[in-house]
Nanobody
Framework: VQLQASGGGLVQAGGFLRLSCAAS????????MAWYRQAPGNQRELAAR???????NVANSVKGRFTISRDMSKNTVYLQMNSLKPEDTAVYYC???????????????WGQGTMVTVSS
């Protein structure tokens, strides 16, 4: 099973991007899904998380600008990023806790990362 992230790119400050992350196959159940980011020289940090009920939490640094959502029918999580700032420049990683089949255990999976660059 893979998580395939897309949507990164180069954007000017004040612009927007929408990231997507989808599981590569049908999944029995998915719990929490999240977006993390890692800027050069920094540790990976949580940007936003959404649970299976749709409840979200968003890092203070992106609150009011980023919105996380999910489409359960497509096993996909999204991150809408508005009013982007140069300090949002980072590699963005998605992750999800997934139970691939009825008989498997819940496991955390990571996507490959997508680069977001915000120019000033």
């Amino acid at each position: 099973v893979q998580l395939q992230a897309s949507g990164g790119g180069l954007v000017q400050a004040g612009g927007f991007l929408r990231l997507s992350c989808a599981a590569s196959q049908s999944i029995f159940s998915i719990g929490d899904m999240a977006w993390y980011r890692q800027a050069p020289g920094n540790q990976r940090e949580l940007a936003a998380r959404i649970d299976s009920t749709g409840s979200t939490n968003v890092a203070n640094s992106v609150k009011g600008r980023f919105t996380i959502s999910r489409d359960m029918s497509k096993n996909t999580v999204y991150l809408q990023m508005n009013s982007l700032k140069p300090e949002d420049t980072a590699v963005y990683y998605c992750n999800a806790v997934m139970k691939v089949s009825r008989w498997s255990s819940s496991t955390m999976y990571w996507g490959q990362g997508t680069m977001v660059t915000v120019s000033s």
